[in-house]
């Protein structure tokens, strides 16, 4: 098996092709990982999403520095990450921002269900204080596997 760098053309495939990620930010030196669901917008060189406010939009407007990976994976032999580094920006309702939000929107739009599980906050049937924002992407690495053609039947047989 060999691992392969992605070219940053190739990072935006997966961001263009992925809705899922694992979004890291922390706060007094205490990382916190949660799931969230993206929209990649290869224009802005951003990812949007939302959130209701809690825990993760707490952390972020205390520090905006944050890290998300994206994982494309069939099996312990051929999978693709990607790993984004950016700042949050919380978009909010002013009118300096109806473009943005209609970007996000946007894009959100060409997803089927778009909405969850963003929009639902555990035990409550309310979805105010909806936030959008996006992660303004200062850098992405990404990394893939493959196989050599020799070395497949040994990584098979060492895997079984």
Same mark, same amino acid.
């Given at each position: 098996m060999?691992?392969?760098?992605l070219?940053?053309? *190739?990072?935006a &495939?997966?961001l263009t092709?992925s809705t899922l990620a694992r %979004?890291a +930010? +922390?706060r007094?030196?205490?990382?916190y990982? =949660?799931?969230?669901?993206?929209?990649?917008d290869p224009?802005?060189a951003?990812?949007f999403s939302?959130s209701?406010?809690g825990?993760k939009?707490?952390w972020?407007?205390?520090?905006?520095?944050?890290?998300l *990976?994206?994982?494309?994976?069939?099996?312990?032999f051929?999978?693709?990450?990607?790993? =984004?580094f950016?700042?949050?920006d919380?978009i909010g309702?002013?009118? *300096?921002?109806r473009? =943005? /939000?209609?970007?996000? %929107?946007?894009?959100f739009?060409?997803r089927?269900?778009w909405w %969850?599980p963003?929009? &639902?906050?555990p035990?409550t049937a309310d979805h105010q204080? %909806?936030?959008?924002?996006?992660?303004?992407i200062d850098?992405?690495?990404?990394r /893939?596997?493959g196989?050599?053609?020799?070395?497949s039947a040994a990584? *098979?047989? &060492?895997?079984?």
């Amino acid at each position: 098996m060999h691992i392969h760098e992605l070219t940053p053309a *190739e990072c935006a &495939a997966v961001l263009t092709r992925s809705t899922l990620a694992r %979004l890291a +930010c +922390c706060r007094m030196n205490q990382p916190y990982v =949660v799931p969230v669901s993206f929209a990649y917008d290869p224009r802005q060189a951003c990812l949007f999403s939302f959130s209701a406010i809690g825990k993760k939009v707490e952390w972020m407007r205390e520090n905006p520095s944050v890290c998300l *990976e994206v994982e494309d994976i069939d099996d312990r032999f051929h999978w693709t990450t990607v790993v =984004v580094f950016g700042k949050y920006d919380e978009i909010g309702d002013a009118p *300096e921002n109806r473009d =943005v /939000r209609q970007r996000a %929107l946007h894009l959100f739009n060409d997803r089927s269900r778009w909405w %969850l599980p963003g929009a &639902a906050k555990p035990g409550t049937a309310d979805h105010q204080g %909806l936030v959008i924002y996006r992660i303004q992407i200062d850098r992405m690495t990404g990394r /893939r596997t493959g196989r050599s053609d020799d070395s497949s039947a040994a990584d *098979e047989k &060492a895997a079984g």
